[in-house]
């Protein structure tokens, strides 16, 4: 049977376009499981054909960017194929007087950003690894800490093309800013990790790059204090493009640049005596006029520029891959909750981590109420994996229905005993036939989200 889909797809992308070596699969695996094979298709075209093959096998494909969130959701039922979207890695369309950029989905975000700058213009997506590509980004909605000052990748992205399972070709949006015609596919696919569609391009909204910015750095004696800091700021006429809340736990991962080894290594639980406070860093751009109303603003604050401000924004960009880099066993929830509760889910995932021998280190957007927290295991030897299940639920158990805690992050034996996802939404057969209207087959990253 391989050998079949072998040549049919080699007839179909040559000989180049797939890869079957067992020693070049493992960098393609999948959660810890390498596939069978992996394609490389140069344009959509390929991608249909490719899925219309796979349909036909029964084979599942899981869409492969630079394999930043290999980690992520359920652990796939099977995988056959990875298909690789490295070779889409174009700017199709770049009209900088309309401030829109069009660009295949496997062109790496660091590249399409820079040549932004050139022209004056932002995108303003932050990552952390420069492998990360834009259909990486859509489709995990990771923009990063600029979302607090220029909305998420929903709010931007004003087009996208993009396969269906069954290896028909869709479109939602176009190339202009106001377009409201069709279905809003943008956000479903938007987020959907693969699960209903391979993006392959896509097309954005830029904005006027800032002239100069800065950041203050603003300390607090407790959580308290920090979010009654994001209280006055929310309430005054300043509009940060940034603003980070960093807890005493997470402060180490914004200053070593080498990891450490994840095998020896635990964190130190902190106490209320330690003098490591919260920190509120709040990133402001405009003109030396408005910086320095700013600085008399919050005078109370340290300030941070040039070199040493892009660093500290790359660091906070990196903070998720810097928790996975040091802790192996390290469980990681991307939280969203109401701004108004912002401070009982923090106590809840302090709270939680300590009932079950973990520590909680904090990075998040609170004028948002979006949050990165890693459950860093206290001790050497690896936690069992019903204390992933118990800390988890424990943690979610404690916020409100408005509030979300996804585990974007944590070993793969202890996702058998909890749904990394969260509780089972209300509107589960809708997901379901949204699932079988776009993948008809099955095949694209399934398990992912729904079980059957």
């Known amino acids: 049977m391989q050998a079949g889909i ?61 394999g930043t969130q290999q980690h992520a959701g359920r652990p796939p039922e099977q995988v056959d194929v990875v298909l690789s979207t490295e070779k889409l890695n174009c700017i199709q369309a770049y009209d900088s007087g309309d401030l829109t950029i069009s660009l295949q989905s496997g062109a790496p975000v660091v590249e399409v950003v820079d040549a932004c700058a050139e022209h004056r213009q932002l995108l303003p997506i932050d990552v952390a690894s420069e492998r990360r590509t834009i259909g990486g980004a859509l489709s995990t909605s990771q923009s990063g800490p600029l979302r607090a000052g220029f909305g998420s990748l929903r709010d931007f992205c004003i087009g996208i093309s993009f396969v269906t399972g069954d290896g028909v070709s869709g479109r939602g949006g176009g190339r202009v800013v106001k377009n409201v015609a069709g279905y ?41 204090e920090a979010l009654a800091q994001r209280d006055s700021l929310i309430k005054s006429p300043l509009s940060p493009i940034a603003c980070e809340m960093i807890n005493p736990a997470a402060i180490e991962y914004l200053h070593h640049s080498e990891p450490r080894n994840p095998d020896n290594w635990a964190p130190e639980r902190s106490n209320t005596s ?11 751009a405009g003109s030396d006029r408005v910086l320095a109303r700013i600085r008399i603003e919050l005078a109370s604050s340290s300030e941070v520029c040039g070199a040493e401000e892009a660093g500290f924004w790359k660091q906070i960009a990196a903070f998720e891959e810097r928790l996975a880099a040091r802790h192996r066993n390290v469980m990681i929830f991307h939280v969203e909750v109401p701004i108004s509760q912002s401070h009982a889910a923090l106590e809840a995932a302090d709270d939680a981590a300590t009932n079950f021998n973990f520590v909680a280190a904090i990075v998040g957007r609170p004028t948002i109420g979006s949050f990165v927290i890693g459950f860093l295991p206290l001790a050497i030897d690896p936690p069992a994996a019903t204390q992933y299940a118990g800390a988890a639920s424990d943690f979610r158990s404690r916020l ?50 729904l079980v059957g």
């Open 6 to 66: 072998d040549s049919r797809l080699e007839r179909l992308l040559g000989a180049g376009g797939v890869l079957a070596e067992s020693a070049l699969l493992e960098r393609y695996a999948i959660d810890g499981v390498s596939p069978k094979l992996v394609v490389k298709p140069e344009n959509a075209e390929q991608i249909c054909a490719v899925l219309r093959v796979c349909n036909e096998e029964q084979w599942t494909v899981v869409p492969f960017g630079a």
């Open 184 to 224: 809003d596919l943008m956000k479903l696919l938007i987020g959907s990790y693969g699960s209903l569609g391979v993006i392959t391009s896509a097309n954005f909204k830029l904005f006027p790059a800032p002239q100069q910015t800065t950041t203050l750095m603003c300390d607090s004696d407790s959580l308290v």
């Open 400 to 449: 409100s229905k408005a509030a979300s805690a996804i585990v974007v992050h944590c070993p793969r034996e202890a996702k058998q005993h909890f749904d990394v996802w969260g509780s089972t939404p209300t509107d589960l057969d809708l997901m379901r036939r949204v699932k079988h209207a776009l993948d008809p087959g099955g095949i694209l990253n399934r398990g992912r989200f």
């Open 274 to 284: 330690d003098k490591i406070s919260w920190k509120l860093a709040i990133r402001f």
